[in-house]
């Protein structure tokens, strides 16, 4: 007791009052994540709340202690005020080393995420940005195998929240140095109304935002419009929204991403009916999972090793490319690693720590 509270606690109080740094060595800190959520947009679950939030949480943190040895924490918000969660977040940082926020609905997300970036530890939106990582390494080793220039590729996006957003500015490396990313330059963005275009006058701001690098052409219709003469599907949205005449629309040998869970946009084996090349989906029971754990462990990983005041673009390309690496000959039955693969996060975390510029 004299030790661990009273009165030798006192020790490294005092010398971390006198030295703001030293919490880093001192306390838990250096290796604490806070996973944060506000119940609003919980996986296949939809807004159920903070306390029915919890155990997704829980999960999310023994993912982190499993894979990357991180000791993290779910904080689950009663509020869904985008002030009071900017304001909470800011007033519990001092004990943790990062904070990753989870299952908040967009648009708040994003505003959430952009205005904690100053709070001199990193803040990252797994929802948005670990999808993307994610997403952009299946499709950089699906390009491998097909033999295809990745920048060449004609990709149709359906979904516009956090995730469908996210993967569109990392495709076309919004951002990004332009010596470090080949971006993408044909893309279309659906949502639930169909092809976001500019004579639509029902959009967000943020997707507005989208057309400044989306839709070159400015075309028209609705989903089965847009994927027509396409090489790539990538659904963050709903099941059960194509057919295999559908994807025999599209130009030969195309990659079809369909994440929406637990019913993909397209099932494997119809997409494979309709002249995919490859496929992937959000679940386990089939052949290439996009799956937020190739990413997060590892980013998170080696921030805290660098103790990063934030996750930078670069940071998250070279975790997305490190990812893709990880399969040393990817084939159209394998283009991700396995998610129980536990060299990801030490090959991710050398990545992240390396692109990390202080």
Known sequence: ????????????????????????????????????????????????????????????????????????????????????????VKRIAPVFGGVNLEDISAP??????????????????????????????????????????IEDLKVVVNGAGAAGIAITRMLRCINF???????????????SKGIIHKERDNLSTVKKELLNYSNRENRKGDLKDAIKG???????????LLTAEDIKTMNPDSIILAMANPIPEIMPEEALKGGAAIVGTGRSDF?????NVLAFPGIFRGALNVRAKRI????????????AECIDHPVAKKILPNTLDMRVVGKVSKAVMEAYEG
């Open 312 to 323: 930078t673009p670069k940071m998250k390309l070279a975790a997305a490319y490190a990812l």
């Open 1 to 88: 007791m004299s030790v661990a509270y009273s009165p030798g606690i006192a020790g490294p109080s005092k010398v971390i009052a006198e030295n703001p740094e030293a919490v880093w060595e001192l306390t838990i800190k250096a290796n604490t994540v806070a996973v944060v959520s506000d119940g609003s947009a919980v996986l296949g679950l939809g807004n159920i709340g903070p306390e029915a939030a919890i155990p997704v949480m829980e999960g999310k943190a023994m993912l982190f202690k499993k894979f990357a040895g991180i000791d993290a924490f779910p904080i689950c918000l009663a509020t869904q005020d985008t002030d009071e969660i900017v304001e909470t």
């Open 287 to 291: 052949h290439n999972q996009v799956n």
């Open 177 to 191: 140095d332009d010596t470090v990313c080949v971006p993408i330059n044909d893309i279309i963005v659906c949502d």
């Open 230 to 240: 396409m090489d790539v599907f990538i659904g963050v949205s709903i099941g059960n």
């Open 108 to 149: 708040r997300s994003f505003e959430i995420e952009e205005r904690l970036q100053d709070i001199g530890i990193p803040v990252f939106h797994d929802d948005q940005h670990g999808t993307a990582i994610v997403l952009l390494a299946a499709l950089i080793n699906a390009a491998k195998v097909l033999n295809k220039n």
